[in-house]
């Protein structure tokens, strides 16, 4: 969806984009792991390069509060509130993250 809003930006209303990069860089991950637990480094490697429900899953558990600002009134239920498709996810995961880099596009 990312690529067809930048393609074509006249034709998407409403589109709200959440966590978002230009491009996933592993690089950029491996450097946040060096600063992290063993567990959350085994799962976040194992979401992004390895994408399956059961690493999702995993992933979720240890890795996603961290999204949030823990001091913040009601940052632990921000997964409540939100429509969650893993399928879509995992979709984005295996596939589509690994080729997105629309830098170039941001940078014009």
Request: with cysteine; proline share 5%.
């Amino acid at each position: 969806m990312l690529h067809y809003a930048a393609r074509y930006p006249s034709e998407v209303s409403k589109l709200i984009l959440s966590s978002t990069l230009s491009q996933f860089r592993l690089d950029d991950t491996v450097k946040m792991m060096r600063s992290s637990v063993e567990t959350m480094q085994q799962r976040l490697l194992t979401n992004f390069s390895n994408p399956s429900q059961e690493a999702y899953d995993a992933y979720g558990e240890i890795c996603l509060p961290l999204y949030s600002n823990p001091n913040a009134s009601g940052a632990g239920n921000f997964r409540n509130r939100a429509i969650e498709r893993p399928e879509v996810a995992l979709h984005f995961f295996s596939d589509e993250m690994a080729r997105m880099d629309m830098r170039a596009r941001f940078l014009t």
